[in-house]
């Protein structure tokens, strides 16, 4: 991972919902990604989280501050970026295979069909999945569909993926397994990944570093390095002096910055 390239460059980012007198649900937003980081923001429930990605990723256009990819300004949604949303069962067509879901963004990139065809089927080989590739998502578990999502996200080959909240609606043994699966496909490709949750335990396990926010309007309270190695598991790792006292810290920052208790995986 490069320690002096810059990818992403957020500059006091603030957006306001209705208006002058509307609600603010982000403020003065300011950090960093370096190329090839997986960051982690970590906040409460409803503190702005996913309209910072959809302000970074250029589907809405924030009122205040900017957002530099590459060091270019962000004016709609860049080619080169991709998003994966929390809610799967949304995002992908039921009426196309797997295999089709995952090379529908392609269409438009002037690939051919056999190239389509080729980078899909690299990507549902890494996510698990090649077995699965003319099944349609329907036919899938919830796990299974948003290893489909990210598929159809590496497939093309973004710069910065976004995630939002990705594993938060499947069961725990599943969350742990996509978990490890994005560990390995971030190695894999070397990819350069802003995942947003509110669980502590999932953002110190999958960072190199994790953003604090405060609760509405969002702000960063806290950037923490996350001294964890490459190599991870999910009993040594979390077992680990490191993972314990970063967990501790962060549940701390969220109860003190929102007057409640942190929740955290036991």
């Known amino acids: 991972m490069s320690e002096t390239t810059t990818m992403l460059d957020v500059s006091g980012l603030g957006h306001r919902y209705g208006g002058a007198h509307g609600h603010v649900a982000i403020d003065d937003l300011t950090f960093q990604v370096r190329t090839g980081e997986l960051a982690c923001i970590v906040g409460p429930s409803g503190c702005g989280k996913s309209t910072l990605l959809r302000a970074i990723s250029g589907l809405i256009s924030a009122s205040t501050g900017e957002v530099r990819l590459h060091g270019d300004p962000v004016r709609g949604v860049p080619s080169d970026l991709a998003v994966v949303f929390q809610d799967y069962s949304r995002s992908l067509f039921p009426w196309l295979s797997v295999r089709s879901n995952v090379e529908f963004p392609l269409r438009s990139r002037g690939l051919s069909k056999a190239e389509r065809r080729a980078r899909a089927d690299e990507v549902l080989e890494w996510v698990g999945l090649s077995a699965a590739a003319r099944k349609y998502p329907w036919q899938l578990s919830g796990g299974m569909q948003q290893r489909v999502s990210i598929a159809r996200a590496l497939a093309c080959r973004p710069a910065l993926l976004l995630m939002d909240e990705p594993f938060a609606s499947v069961d725990a043994q599943t969350r742990f397994e996509l978990e ?39 702000s960063i309270v806290a950037d923490l390095e996350v001294d964890l190695g490459e190599d991870r598991d999910q009993i040594t790792t979390r077992e680990s002096d490191t993972f314990i006292h970063l967990r501790s810290e962060v549940a701390r920052l969220l109860e003190v910055r929102t007057g409640t208790p942190a929740a955290v995986e036991s």
């Open 180 to 218: 490890d699966l994005l560990l390995r496909v971030r190695k894999q490709f070397d990819s350069t990944v802003l995942l947003v949750t509110h669980d502590i335990d999932e953002s110190i396990y999958l960072a190199d570093r994790v953003l604090v926010l405060s609760k509405s309007p969002a």
